[in-house]
């Protein structure tokens, strides 16, 4: 994760701490360790072996260094649209299914017609009178899953 | 009696509602049983006013349960000797439309009986082979399913 630029006030920090550090005042105020260093450097610095008082200034300066911020948007961004998918899409489906009238049926999706049906309608339609009695009973059966499964579809 | 003035009256109001088709199966229900108890009126009552209740719009299935419901109405004319208005109802459900489908090959059928009630032979045996072709295809499909 790549940092990002320290802020204004991260920056008055730093500012502070390295006039603090040249002994010059400052408006913002460093933190107080990073000032007890600072001056244990400043006026101690004579007494100090020099390659301690470097390593003590690197820590100082690693100690006040502004921290990379805590990006927020890789974690909550997808949180979001998980939430969003999980809210509106059965909400979205649901309103559609209600404005679905139960006229919307192909063909295609009519039950298919039996054997005997079919057989009762050919009878039928070879002038056979007493065939049309069979058609009509058949049929009967027919609509009855024909509106069992206009009723599914319009659920 | 009262029973069927009530239903009438529920498709009267119901013209229209989006439930149209809960509405047809009632009906339809309701006429098998006017049917059973012999009481074709009523029937005929029930099934026309499903005709007159049907919606402007409603795509496939309003054809469909409009075809149907005038192919019943075509069957009671006939079962009554009125092949004129086993003719129209037949007429009125085949200018609906629609695919060589099952709903389509009943109306030819109940066409073609109006025709040869009225001694049209020839356009009866015209009307008979067009349903025989829809029914031969449907038969294929339901014998050998893709």
New interface residues.
């Given amino acids: 994760m790549k940092d990002e630029e320290p802020t204004p006030e991260e920056l008055r920090e730093a500012e502070a701490l390295a006039r603090a550090l040249d002994g010059a005042p400052s408006e913002a105020a460093p933190p107080p360790e990073a000032l007890e260093t600072a001056a244990l450097l400043r006026h101690g610095g004579g007494e100090l072996d020099p390659a301690r008082a470097q390593a003590l200034a690197a820590k100082l300066r690693a100690e006040v260094r502004p921290r990379p911020r805590r990006r927020w948007w890789p974690v909550l961004v997808p949180l979001a649209l998980g939430v969003a998918v999980m809210v509106i899409l059965p909400s979205a489906l649901l309103l559609r299914s209600r404005q679905l ?7 295609a999706g ?1 039950p ?4 005997a ?2 057989t009762a ?2 009878e ?4 056979r ?1 007493r065939a ?1 009695g069979a ?2 009973a058949q ?2 059966s ?2 009855r899953a ?2 069992a499964r ?2 599914e579809r ?1 659920r | 009696m009262k029973r069927l003035l009530a239903l009438v009256l529920l498709f009267a109001c119901s013209s229209r509602r989006p439930d149209w088709a809960v509405t047809v199966a009632q009906g339809h229900s309701e006429a098998d049983h006017l049917l059973d108890s012999g009481n074709r009126a009523g029937a005929r009552a029930v099934l026309e006013a499903i005709v007159a209740g049907a919606p402007d719009t409603g795509g496939e299935t309003r054809r469909v349960l409009l075809q149907d419901t005038l192919f019943r109405l075509a069957r009671l004319a006939l079962d009554e000797h009125d092949a004129a208005a086993a003719a129209r109802h037949a007429d009125a459900g085949l200018a609906l439309g629609g695919e060589d489908d099952l709903f389509v090959a009943n109306l030819l059928v109940v066409r073609g009986a109006a025709h040869e009630a009225r001694g049209e032979s020839a356009l009866a045996l015209d009307v008979y082979q067009r349903a025989l072709r829809i029914n031969e295809a449907l038969l294929q499909k339901t014998v050998s399913p893709p």
């Fill in positions: 009238p139960p006229s919307i049926v192909s063909s009519l298919a017609p039996t054997a049906l079919l309608q050919a039928a339609a070879r002038g009178e049309l058609l009509d049929m009967r027919y609509r024909l509106f206009l009723q319009g």
